[in-house]
Structures are given as C-alpha cells and as structure tokens.
C-alpha cells in the first residue's frame, strides 16, 4: 500500500510538474483540485494548515506544500521523491530554454501558448478561492483579516508583513481572556548564517553557496527572487547583466513548476550543465530542510488555542492575498472576448462537469496556439 502511494505522489506531482503554469496561487489551486476534491488524500482544514505552515517559513511556498503533501500520503519517500517529481520536469524544462538562449541568444515564443493557458489558470485560481475561502473564513473576525489582507496588498504593504499580522491579530483577539495567564514567546525565523562571499571568479562553490543564501532567507514573490539575485549575482559578483536577470525571471514565469527554476537558468549560462545542477540544488535545497523541521510540528498547532489562531489569521491573510494575486492576473490575462470565453468556459467545466484542472490548461495551450495561427492566416 505504501509502494502504491508513493508512486501515487511521484506520478501525480511530476505531472503537475509538466504543466503547473501560472505561478504559486495558481500551483495551491491545482494542488486543491487534485488532492482535496478529486483524490480526496487530506481534508480542507488540512490542507489549509499546510498552506498557512508554509507561509511562515522562506522558500518556494507551492514547492513546499508538494513536500508536506508527499510526506502525508507516502511518508518521507513521499516528501523527498515528491518534491523531486515536481521540481525535475520544470528543471528540464528551463535547461532547454537555457540551452537555446545560450545558442541562440534569444527565448523561444512562447506567447500563443500562453495566451491560452493564462485565462484557464484564473478559472482554476477562482475555483479553489470560492472552496478554500468558505473554511478559511469561517468567522466575521477571520472574513475582516482577509478581506484586510486583500485591501493592504494593493496599498503596497509586504505580503510576509501581512501574513504575520494577520495571525498576530487574531491570536491576540481570539485569546485575550487567556493572555495573562499563558504569555507566549514569539520567535522569528531567521535565515542560516552564511558567511559574506566576496567578489570573485565564477566558481562552482560560489554559485551553489550564494543560491543556498537566497532559498534560506527568501520570501514573498517572484519580484522579491529578482532583488536577491540581482543584489547578487549582478553587483556583488558581476556575473550577469540586468537583461540576462530579467530574462531568466521571464522563463521562471512563463515555464510550468516553481519559479525558483530561474535558478537552473542561471546555472546553465554561466557553468552550463554543471552549473544548472548545481544552481538548481543551491536554491531548493533549504526548502527540504525547513520543510523536514516543520512538518513534525504543523499537526500539534491545532492542539494549542494560540497557535491555532495564528494558524487561521494567517489563513485568512492567505486568501486575501491568493485573492489580490488573481485580481492582478485577471487584467493581464483576459484582454478580449477569446481569453474570457475560455475562463468562463474552464469555470464551468470545473464546477458543472468537474474535468481536471491539467487537462484544461493543456487545452487552453492548444487553442492558445490555434487562435494565433488564425489571426497569422487572416492577416
């Protein structure tokens, strides 16, 4: 049964890895879609305690649920081999694109494929929101934190900021009648202590050293993985131009799986194989160790009123944020009548007939690419 569940997880999280497109809000509801409603592995409160645990902790959060993920159905094959299913097929993927740069000195186009996979993705965001927030928001006070979140991150406040808050908050509201009696110490995560690297020569070293700074201390989005690594990679060490950055963020975004694979990117053009490998292992390493520290923990935070209230403040902060993402997708994504049929479209199939939200984004691929072939022919 064991053998049997853990070709379960590595089956279904290296599909996921081939076509998990549209970044971690989009990965989460994919996740919910196959694991919660279809496979029925975890239950709603689970799942989002899953999301809330890796909210707290650095690393590449959706990365990180497939991990916990993994561990709940196969144990710690299922965590590691998990992980790994997932992060290959997207590392495989970049790989490619690094090559054809490097050979080409351009990206392949890939925007008719995108043009209509994007709008599926919002359809699948939204599914998962209406599900999600019902148990996340199950209390006027929880309702307030995530409409609040969803107000805050459009007036520019840090995301991590509000997860924090939002939990503080509503541990300190919810358990106010106890906080003389039970005083609780709070204590930050903080990165590992990685010694100052200094300018130097490309080397192997270096570059799995200064990727395994970055995947320990990070969080928040893409924007914050572009500030690191450019602080890095093009002042200190001098390695790369601004244009090489952006454009290894761009195939980060625009590839299926963890955008932490800009990292592969990276790798490969300055260290090729080698240095794709090894960039590749810097970045996701810490998010196996944190991962491993934290799993053992995250069942026992129901067990305590404290933590159970910050556990659902950050809950609710999730929503509002996950929400807030997609409000920001939805104006780049469906920009005619073509993009809104298909989320429309995708939404229905979700809920009315209940199809696979992989087998909609490689739909919407495909009629992305056909819809682009048309306008070619017509003009």
Not at 239 to 258: E, K
Request: aromatic share 12%; with cysteine; glycine share 10%.
């Amino acid at each position: 049964m064991k053998m049997n569940n853990l070709l379960e997880v590595i089956l279904l999280f290296g599909k996921l890895g081939f076509t998990a497109f549209g970044g971690p809000a989009a990965h989460i509801a994919m996740y919910h879609d196959e694991v919660v409603r279809r496979r029925k592995w975890i239950d709603e409160q689970r799942f989002l305690d899953l999301l809330g645990a890796t909210q707290l902790i650095p690393g590449p959060n959706s990365t990180e649920m497939v991990m916990h993920i993994g561990y709940l159905r196969a144990g710690w094959p299922g965590l590691i081999l998990g992980g790994l299913a997932f992060i290959i097929p997207a590392t495989l993927i970049v790989t490619v694109f690094a090559w054809a740069y490097v050979e080409f000195g351009s990206l392949p186009q890939i925007g008719a494929i995108l043009y209509g996979v994007k709008p599926v993705i919002i359809a699948i965001i939204a599914q998962a929101l209406w599900d999600l927030g019902r148990r996340a928001l199950k209390t006027r006070l929880l309702a307030g934190c995530g409409l609040a979140a969803l107000g805050l991150y459009f007036a520019g406040i840090n995301e991590i900021a509000l997860l924090f808050l939002a939990g503080l908050a509503v541990m300190l509201l919810q358990n106010y009648r106890q906080m003389r009696a039970a005083p609780q110490a709070l204590l930050p995560l903080s990165g590992l202590g990685l010694p100052a690297l200094l300018a130097q020569p490309f080397g192997l070293a270096t570059l799995f050293w200064t990727f395994f700074k970055i995947g320990s201390v990070l969080y928040g989005s893409g924007y914050v993985l572009l500030a690191f690594m450019h602080t890095d990679f093009v002042l200190r060490l001098g390695w790369l131009t601004d244009q090489q950055l952006l454009d290894a963020i761009a195939v980060g975004q625009v590839t299926p799986g963890p955008l932490f694979t800009s990292a592969t990117f990276i790798g490969y053009i300055l260290g090729g194989l080698p240095g794709a490998l090894i960039a590749t292992l810097g970045i996701f390493a810490p998010a196996y160790i944190f991962v491993i520290i934290s799993n053992p923990f995250i069942p026992k935070l129901r067990n305590s009123p404290w933590a159970a209230s910050l556990l659902d403040g950050v809950n609710a902060a999730s929503m509002g944020l996950m929400a807030a993402v997609t409000l920001t997708l939805t104006a780049g994504s469906l920009t005619d009548w073509f993009t809104i049929f298909l989320a429309v479209a995708a939404l229905v199939m979700l809920i009315r007939f209940k199809i696979n939200s992989t087998w909609l984004v490689l739909a919407g691929a495909v009629l992305g690419w056909l819809a682009e072939q048309f306008v070619r022919l017509a003009i």
